[in-house]
């Protein structure tokens, strides 16, 4: 620490004004901190790191934020809580609320997707883009958030330790980040219903453009033009968001979406060689229902 550190990857650097941790809190403190803070040692550091070394804020009151009140056992916890704690500092109630609710569904949809995806996500959650880049800005140390250029880029946690300290639950536990997940997945089917849904960009006969109904699987080449990334993902995770999710009411949409779409997306989950994953979405389907049914008959 008393010596300043570069490099620490490809895109990001310690200032040559790095201060050792002595000359902020005293060599014995120091210490005790550091071997306190040794497990899990790289999750922590990297952390650490990425938080106080983020280049729109100031490294020296950020590393004053991490030494502050170090007296709890689950060190990466607290580290995670923060890191999150710096969304509402000095925040009025009303804005207060407002970011968390912006949190539980943005970030709480990142930590709880399948497979990541970029700022397309935008579309899945109904939100404007600009939103989620403005509430994810202060979570680069918890958070892979690639660069504006990199429209490609997905956005997912940089640790899954992350995901588990916003999903574990505990009944003496009153965290406001926590994320309810059965609501989370209850959202997150409904948004991948809709992308489906949607009459210009979801779902439809003949999505890919292809010649004849005969052409084989395997001679298709060109589908990334077609399908967007948020709906690719939509169709191939909704049911396991459902299966997640609240239970089934009055089928919740499946009903309709199934009456306009089963044959598209059967026809798109067979291009993209997920026939098997459509299959075995169907049975889970079927016990889904059973057990709706069940739950509401008179």
Same mark, same amino acid.
């Given at each position: 620490? @008393?010596?300043?550190?570069?490099?620490?990857?490809?895109?990001?650097?310690?200032?040559?004004?790095?201060?050792?941790?002595?000359?902020?809190?005293?060599?014995?403190?120091?210490?005790?901190?550091?071997?306190?803070?040794?497990?899990?040692?790289?999750?922590?550091?990297?952390?650490?790191?990425?938080?106080?070394?983020?280049?729109d804020?100031?490294?020296?009151?950020?590393? @004053?934020?991490?030494?502050?009140?170090?007296?709890?056992?689950?060190?990466l916890?607290?580290?995670?809580?923060k890191?999150?704690?710096?969304?509402?500092?000095? @925040?009025?109630?009303?804005?207060?609320?407002?970011?968390?609710?912006?949190?539980?569904?943005?970030?709480?949809?990142?930590?709880?997707?399948?497979?990541?995806?970029?700022?397309?996500?935008?579309?899945?959650?109904?939100?404007?883009?600009?939103?989620?880049?403005?509430?994810?800005?202060?979570?680069?140390?918890?958070?892979?958030?690639?660069?504006?250029?990199d429209?490609?880029?997905?956005?997912?946690?940089?640790?899954?330790?992350?995901?588990?300290?916003?999903?574990?639950?505990?009944?003496?536990?009153?965290?406001?980040?926590?994320?309810?997940?059965?609501?989370?997945?209850?959202?997150?089917?409904?948004?991948?219903l809709?992308?489906?849904?949607?009459?210009?960009?979801?779902?439809?006969?003949?999505?890919?453009?292809?010649?004849?109904?005969?052409?084989?699987?395997?001679?298709?080449?060109?589908?990334?033009?077609?399908?967007?990334?948020?709906?690719?993902?939509?169709f191939?995770f909704?049911?396991?968001?459902?299966?997640?999710?609240?239970?089934?009411?009055?089928?919740?949409?499946?009903y309709?979406?199934?009456?306009?779409?089963f044959?598209?997306?059967?026809?798109?989950?067979?291009?993209?060689?997920?026939?098997?994953?459509?299959?075995?979405?169907?049975?889970?389907?079927?016990?889904?229902?059973?057990?709706?049914?069940?739950?509401?008959?008179?």
């Amino acid at each position: 620490m @008393k010596q300043p550190v570069k490099d620490y990857d490809r895109s990001r650097r310690y200032p040559e004004t790095w201060l050792a941790m002595e000359q902020l809190v005293g060599t014995g403190k120091a210490r005790s901190i550091a071997r306190k803070n040794a497990t899990p040692l790289f999750i922590v550091a990297s952390t650490i790191c990425l938080f106080v070394v983020d280049e729109d804020f100031d490294e020296v009151k950020r590393m @004053k934020i991490i030494l502050q009140d170090q007296q709890h056992d689950d060190t990466l916890a607290e580290m995670c809580q923060k890191v999150l704690e710096q969304l509402i500092i000095n @925040k009025r109630v009303e804005e207060r609320d407002e970011i968390l609710r912006d949190f539980h569904r943005i970030v709480g949809s990142i930590v709880l997707f399948y497979d990541p995806l970029s700022v397309s996500l935008a579309s899945l959650l109904d939100v404007e883009a600009g939103l989620i880049e403005r509430r994810l800005k202060l979570l680069r140390s918890v958070l892979v958030i690639p660069d504006k250029k990199d429209v490609d880029g997905t956005i997912k946690p940089l640790h899954l330790s992350f995901r588990d300290f916003l999903t574990s639950q505990s009944k003496t536990d009153a965290n406001s980040f926590k994320i309810d997940t059965t609501e989370t997945n209850h959202s997150l089917t409904a948004g991948c219903l809709r992308v489906m849904s949607d009459q210009t960009s979801g779902l439809r006969k003949n999505i890919c453009k292809l010649e004849n109904d005969g052409i084989l699987q395997s001679e298709i080449r060109d589908t990334h033009s077609y399908i967007k990334p948020e709906l690719k993902y939509a169709f191939r995770f909704w049911v396991r968001h459902l299966e997640n999710g609240k239970p089934l009411v009055d089928d919740d949409g499946i009903y309709t979406f199934f009456e306009k779409h089963f044959l598209h997306w059967l026809e798109v989950m067979s291009i993209l060689g997920l026939i098997d994953e459509a299959l075995a979405h169907l049975a889970s389907l079927q016990e889904l229902l059973s057990v709706s049914n069940l739950l509401y008959a008179d």
